[in-house]
């Protein structure tokens, strides 16, 4: 007698479910999937118990007939799937499903309640309770002529009672559904987004006019408006693949990488790759404990991506992996360049809440000046507010009393402590760290260098022979053109070794070895010698740093307004090499607020 047993069709479609819906936030997003495909303009979204208890999806597509009901909760059954040739056509995609496991998943281990009327039919209901369909019958639907679905899903993994012990607290289960509604609305700013919780009103978006002139409000109405107003327009497209977006100014940064979105062909996905591709993107710009925020929208025939590699469809497989990397790197960057000086409005933010944090008392003396704060350099000086913490030391310039500074970053006016240049413009005044600014300005002039072929070499007196395995020995020799062109000349020394004759100079002294073997395991896992340019890139900024106007150092005025002007013509001059301010911009409004006079 055989040991071998066909399963049950009800354990069949258990163990299906546990693969598409793992927890609460996964249901929804089938379901607001299928409102998606259907054409909804509008989809609204309850969850009680942390969506334990109850689940409620209500949208306006083209809705289903008794028939469309019957097959919907069959599993294997779709309308999605395109045929070609008489077969199904699994590299021709455009929906959001296509598995048609969903629906069966969810009635295999919950009350499931499909109610839905199309234009042209009467209201019909059917229900899956823990896999037992009944139905379809007649149900009240709404208003007269209206049409669309009623996704209603109690008591989910009632069925499968060890799952439903793995579910976190309700609290972490509504903020993975409302994770998941953020993400889903941010692909389709044309349709309305509502998500109650517990009867409580948690998101309430309305639908933009313009699927792409809306993407920015619905992004700011979701990732907060400080994102709105410190987002650079992300465009680019190579070799029939478009990336569209926004990505954050690198002085808008994140202490993770929770505020990172990509989304092909107007799916959600999580990809290692834009981890990756962001890091090398921001990697002049960012400490890497910092992370900027975007969304990024990927565009592509469907033939190009895979979006059939997990159950969940959360996951995706490029054709070409290393064109969609350099895509998003080479977008990134262009992007951050078109921003020119610009920093994030935060930084201005932050330094007003500070001064207003550090307010004096009202019962201080109203006698803030002191002549004793009156540094005699021969440079005419001015008076400065009290500041117990840090009595400021101002040296004035002399500029034409008519001057219009009507620059972004203004005229010179003073320097204060030997290390801040203060400059007035039209509407306000700019701070500028002297020290931050030229340390990047120096920065990206060793950058032009190194992009324009200058990286000088500098040979070995004894070549340095590097043992690795013979694979590697081959992608390190196949790559050695490239790696010449960054300064380090590499050749293949037998088998299972290569010899290093000239190294980049600006390294200096480093373990080769090292060097090497990083570069053999970085060219294995992404087929890039990334860390040599990170090297270098590294190296440039700290040579940037010593060889940079250094704090306490005294300019002039013709030093102080050719600093800025140079700011002003240089990309990424807005923040340092690790992400921080070079400057800070008040505009005239917000310092008369600080004096009460607004």
């Given at each position: ?29 089938e ?6 495909d ?47 040739g ?14 048609g ?26 229900r ?23 996704a ?22 509504d ?5 998941m ?19 409580r ?10 699927l792409?002139?809306?993407?920015l ?22 070799e ?7 990505a ?14 990509l ?9 290692k ?11 002049d710009?960012?400490?890497?404990d ?30 070409d ?6 895509l998003?790197?080479?977008a ?102 002297q ?11 060793m ?18 022979v ?54 053999a ?74 004096f009460?006079?607004?």
């Open positions: 007698m055989s040991r071998i047993r066909q399963l049950s069709e009800g354990t069949i479609n258990r163990i299906a479910a546990g693969e598409v819906v793992e927890r609460p936030a996964a249901a929804i997003k379901l607001v999937e299928n409102a998606v259907a054409g909804a303009t509008r989809i609204d979204i309850s969850a009680s118990g942390g969506g334990a208890d109850l689940l409620l999806v209500e949208d306006d597509g083209i809705g289903m007939n008794a028939d469309d009901l019957k097959l919907a909760v069959q599993r294997h059954a779709t309308s999605k799937l395109p045929v070609l008489g077969e199904d056509d699994l590299s021709h995609i455009v929906t959001m499903g296509f598995r496991e969903a629906l069966p998943s969810i009635g295999a281990v919950a009350r499931l309640s499909l109610a839905s009327r199309t234009k042209d039919s009467e209201a019909m209901e059917i899956v309770d823990g896999g037992r369909v009944q139905g379809p019958m007649p149900a009240g639907f709404r208003g007269k002529g209206q049409h669309g679905t009623r209603e899903v109690r008591e989910l993994f009632y069925a499968t009672p060890a799952r439903l012990k793995f579910l976190k607290s309700s609290r972490s289960e903020l993975a559904i409302t994770d509604v953020k993400r889903l609305a941010m692909a389709r700013p044309d349709i309305s987004f509502t998500l109650t919780l517990d009867g009103k948690a998101l309430d978006l309305a639908a933009e006019p313009d792409m002139d809306g993407r409000p619905r992004l700011a109405r979701i990732m907060g408006r400080e994102f709105g107003d410190n987002a650079a327009l992300v465009e680019a497209r190579r029939g693949v478009s990336l569209s977006g926004y954050g100014l690198p002085t808008y940064n994140r202490a993770n990488s929770a505020m990172q979105f989304f092909v062909n107007g799916r959600p996905v999580r990809d790759l834009l981890v990756g591709a962001v890091r090398g993107a921001y990697a710009f960012l400490a890497r910092r992370h900027p925020a975007l969304a990024l929208f990927l565009e592509c025939d469907p033939d190009f991506v895979d979006v059939n590699v997990h159950p969940a469809k959360t996951e995706v497989r490029f054709r992996a290393g064109l969609v990397r350099g998003i790197v080479g990134l960057k262009h992007a951050l360049s078109e921003a020119g000086h610009r920093a994030s409005t935060t930084v201005a933010g932050s330094a007003l809440s500070a001064f207003q944090r550090q307010s004096p008392s009202p019962f201080q003396s109203p006698n803030i000046f002191s002549a004793a704060h009156f540094p005699t350099t021969g440079v005419r000086e001015a008076p400065t507010p009290y500041s117990a913490a840090l009595p400021m030391s101002v040296r004035m310039e002399e500029a034409p009393v008519d001057a219009v500074p009507d620059t972004p970053l203004g005229v010179a006016r003073a320097q204060l402590h030997e290390t801040y240049v203060v400059a007035q413009t039209a509407d306000g005044i700019v701070i500028v760290d020290h931050a600014a030229h340390e990047r300005l120096v920065y990206e002039r950058k032009k260098a190194l992009a324009n072929g200058g990286v000088a070499r500098q040979p070995l007196l004894i070549p340095e590097v043992d690795l395995d013979p694979s590697e020995v081959t992608r390190v020799s196949e790559r050695a053109e490239e790696l010449a062109e960054l300064g380090l000349v590499i050749e293949a020394f037998g088998p299972d070794a290569v010899v290093v004759r000239e190294v980049p100079a600006m390294l200096g002294k480093l373990d080769v070895k090292g060097l090497v073997r990083d570069l395991d970085e060219i294995a896992e992404s087929g890039n010698a990334l860390s040599l340019k990170e090297r270098l890139e590294d190296v440039s900024g700290t040579l940037a740093c010593h060889m940079s106007v250094r704090a306490g150092r005294r300019l002039n005025a013709e030093e102080m307004n050719a600093l800025l002007r140079e700011m002003e013509a240089t990309p990424h001059s807005g923040q340092c090499n690790h992400g921080r301010p070079t400057y800070v911009e008040l505009k005239l409004a917000d310092i008369e607020k600080l009460g006079r607004r």
